[in-house]
């Protein structure tokens, strides 16, 4: 055999073997969702980025609120607030690192720096609050009928994607993502 067959042949068999090896170590960023008693319902890798965002009815107001996230370093970041009115506990300021911008629709605070590694999310029913998570491409649901009045931990890591599972997305939001 020739020395340019024996190179080929040597990095066709130990190129997948190498890649395996570092794919242990990648770092993939995990968005999990647990329930009071601290059993994960939903888990998966998502991009380095990833957006999605909770809704409600806001109990005194009677006005939609959106909170949209972005995961980032096995952080959630609160990327922008997106409300109709800045009475009775609603923002009001513009956040000292971010921006405030009107629109037709929506008063949006948008940055401000402030991540956590979890938080919680007191899901209310069909007369209180009316939560909604929409997590493109797992879909949308409305967790006030799937998990009423239930008290939820949404939480982010960093782990080697080996590590990384993912479960739930048919339970949570009643189909696969390539159903949508």
Known sequence: ??????????????????????????????????????????????????????????SVERT????????????????????????????CLKPEHGLYISTPEWMIFQGGRESWERFFLRVGNEEFGRNKLRMPPFGETELFKRLPEERLTIAASADAIANSRTTGIKALFGKKPSEN
């Open 1 to 58: 055999m020739n020395r340019k067959a024996f190179a080929a042949l040597f990095i066709l068999l130990t190129l997948p073997a190498a890649f395996f090896a570092a794919a242990q170590g990648w770092r993939a960023d995990n968005l999990s969702i647990l329930d009071k008693a601290g059993k994960i319902i939903f888990s998966a890798p998502v991009p380095f980025g990833f957006r999605f965002t909770t809704s409600y009815i806001h």
């Open 64 to 91: 939609p609120v959106e909170d949209e996230y972005a995961l980032c370093g096995g952080r959630l970041w609160v990327w922008q607030e997106r409300v109709k009115s800045s009475n009775a506990g609603m923002p």
